[in-house]
Each structure stands twice: as structure tokens, then as C-alpha cells.
């Protein structure tokens, strides 16, 4: 069964950080470029971040600019989202997305699997 699973997600107080990882299950992440996807209660989904196949290129949602970073590890076969100085307005449900191309798309569509979600709330 071909699956991404985030995990890392949970409760932390403003300016505090957590590291998001996104794993895959029955292929390899190392042909897909990779996207980080937020949805806040009653909002639209938007882009956080992304990341070429080969980990070369990334980019950042102005929002998150300076505070998330995104990485991957291809032995562990995740990809990972480190989020520094985390404010309120981040609480969302985080996920990620495989995109089978090696830079990052420019459209949702192109993002063939996605994982089912993680909580993140940020909150004193």
C-alpha cells in the first residue's frame, strides 16, 4: 500500500518549535518532489514549503520564510519541516504531498499522494 504518514504535530506554546516528518510507505520519496500543506478551521488549504527531489531547491511560503525549514533525509526515506518561532496563526492541520517530478510544481494538481494530516496548535 503506497502511503505518506506525518507525524510531530502536537501543543506548544508561542515561539516554541516542533519538526513535523513525513514518511512513505511502499515507494521511495527520492523521485518526488515533496510539499508541505497547511489547513486552518474554515480556511482554504494553502502551500507552507516544498522541495525538489533532490533536495536542492525549496521554497517558502512568505509566512514561514526565516522560520520553517525543509529537509530530507533519503536513507530514512522522510522528509522533515522544522518549525522555529511558531505563532499562533500556524495552528493548522499540516500535511504533505508527493509530487512525481524532481522540481516543486507550481500546481496542487500535480501532487499525487498525500498524507492524512497532523495536527499542529500553538497556544499558551
Known amino acids: 500500500q503506497l502511503q505518506l504518514v506525518e507525524s510531530g504535530g502536537g501543543l506548544v506554546q508561542p515561539g516554541g518549535s516542533l519538526r513535523l516528518s513525513c514518511s512513505a510507505s511502499?515507494?521511495?520519496?527520492?523521485?518526488?518532489?515533496i510539499g508541505w500543506f497547511r489547513q486552518a478551521p474554515g480556511q482554504e488549504r494553502e502551500g507552507v514549503s516544498c522541495i525538489s527531489s533532490g533536495g536542492g531547491s525549496t521554497n517558502y511560503a512568505d509566512s514561514v520564510k526565516g522560520r520553517f525549514t525543509i529537509s530530507r533525509v533519503s536513507a530514512k526515506n522522510t522528509v522533515y519541516l522544522q518549525m522555529n518561532s511558531l505563532k499562533p496563526e500556524d495552528t493548522a492541520v499540516y500535511y504533505c504531498?508527493?509530487?512525481?517530478?524532481?522540481?516543486?510544481?507550481?500546481?496542487?494538481?500535480?501532487?499525487?499522494?498525500w498524507g492524512q494530516g497532523t495536527q499542529v496548535t500553538v497556544s499558551s
Open positions: 511502499g515507494f521511495t520519496l527520492d523521485y518526488y518532489a
Open positions: 504531498a508527493a509530487a512525481y517530478r524532481s522540481s516543486c510544481p507550481t500546481r496542487r494538481s500535480e501532487y499525487y499522494y
